[in-house]
C-alpha cells in the first residue's frame, strides 16, 4: 500500500470510530423509553431486563 492508501484507510477507520462512538456519548433517556415499540419487534438498545425500555 502507498501512503495515500495508507492514510485514507486510517482516516476511514477513524470516522467510523467517531460515528460508532457518539452512543457512549449520548445515552437515551426517558423520552425514548415513552416511544412505543414497532409491531413485533424491539426498539434498539434495549434489553430483556426489567425496567429498562419497557415494552407496555
Known sequence: MDLTTTLGLLG???ACFVAASTG???K???WYESWPSPPGGR????S???GR???S
Do not use: K, N
Open 12 to 14: 476511514f477507520l477513524g
Open 28 to 30: 437515551p433517556g426517558p
Open 48 to 50: 430483556r431486563r426489567p
Open 43 to 46: 426498539r434498539i438498545g434495549c
Open 24 to 26: 457512549a456519548f449520548f
Open 53 to 55: 425500555c419497557s415494552t
